[in-house]
């Protein structure tokens, strides 16, 4: 029986290693073919860290259909609304590089939310591998349409007696009050902030003559201006908007350099490969000149960008750089 026993250890171990041989044939094989499929081979995941109907989400579902047209596989929005835009964001900068799962982010959480937030579960700057700028978006200003007071004559209204001209957003922190602050800085001037709890609250003010103005994203002023319930001042782009063609834009009025856009763009986990990158980016570029797409942009006053990664990358660090500078000057805290 001892004699027999190390034959049997032996016969053990050679058994082991033929088993360990023969399922590393099987695995080995699978793993190759999983690294040889051309991306994608599966759905994806389009994450757009806001909710449902409002402009980030319609031009994402926008976007989603012509990219599943262009890459063969469906691509399957996630809504991850929460802590403006972070909760989305985040998800995506946590999960697998492997570009299965992609951000349609905005502005606020891939840029002006490191100049509010010292505790970010993500760093915008650093934790996305950037696809491409999408598109911009420009603001509004907007007021009674009872007053007949242009922009320059509030802001020299604001510089004779400083704080006696209120303007309204739709909270501290928001896109709208940044844009109002770097007028402000510029203007030299001080304007009193009056934040609301939303857009709704925000234009019953403003149309029943409580606000000297109000910031606006351009869908909801469209038909309150057309109608005559509110009046156009400016819109916060470098170039006027489509849908506002008679607007002024803030530089015209003499304040040259002013530009304010909120935008959107893809972006996909940090160490995503970059040839995964470069067919997202063709296939966002070929969706992007889709009719279908131009119109849903074009219903929210947007302008169509298109980028290469670098340069949505360089657009992302400057973004953060001047809402860090508007935050800085005029002492905004998030609410």
Known sequence: MDHDKPKHIA??????RLAALFLGTQVVPSIARARQDPYPSKPIRLVIPYPPGGGTDITGRAMAQQLSENLGQSVVIDNKPGATGMIGAASVAKSVPDGYTILFGAASEMAINASLFKNMPYDPRTDFEPVSLIATFPLVFVAPASRSQSLRDLVEVARAKPDTIGYG??????????????LSTMA????????YKGSGPLVQDAVGGHLDMAVSS??????????????ALAVTSATRSEALPDVPTIVELGFPGYEFNTWVGVAAPKGTPQDVIARLRAA????????????????????????????????????????????????IKPE
């Open 284 to 331: 966002l570029s070929t969706a992007l000149a889709a009719n279908e797409v131009q119109a849903a942009l074009r219903d929210q006053g947007a302008v169509p960008v298109g980028s290469t990664p670098e340069r949505f990358r360089q657009f992302v660090l400057e973004e953060v750089a001047k809402s860090d500078r508007i935050v800085m000057e005029a002492g």
């Open 218 to 231: 351009v869908p909801p002023a469209v038909p309150l201006v057309r109608s005559g319930k509110l009046r």
């Open 169 to 182: 957003s739709i909270g501290s922190g928001s896109l709208q009050h940044l844009a109002a602050e770097l």
């Open 188 to 195: 030299k001037v001080k304007l009193l902030h009056i934040p």
């Open 11 to 16: 016969l053990r171990r050679d058994y082991l």
